[in-house]
């Protein structure tokens, strides 16, 4: 379950991020949902204003490089998955 806290400093993170403007370039095409229930699995994340909600905290990198992890954003909860077996796969 993907439940979301972003940071502004990439020492304070569990993982860097890397939001991707191509499907391909992607490890991971997640969907953004509006309910803190309905983040499920990796792919399914829900944005949380409080880090002791969190079950990861990310900072957002610009470069692919610097990511741990590539996201690539989908409008449909059902297009949301993983694109290739991860190191963070089930750790989300």
Aim: charged residues 35%; aromatic residues 8%; proline residues 0%.
């Amino acid at each position: 379950m993907a439940k979301v806290f972003v940071v502004d400093r990439e020492s304070k993170a569990d993982i860097l991020v890397c939001a991707v403007d191509r499907e391909s370039r992607a490890d991971l095409l997640v969907c953004e949902v509006d309910r803190e229930s309905h983040a499920k699995g990796d792919a399914l994340w829900f944005f949380v204003d409080r880090e002791s909600r969190a079950t990861i905290s990310i900072c957002w990198v610009d470069r692919e490089s610097k990511a741990d992890l590539c996201v690539f954003q989908v409008n449909r909860e059902s297009h949301a998955k993983w694109k290739k077996s991860h190191k963070w796969q089930n750790r989300l």
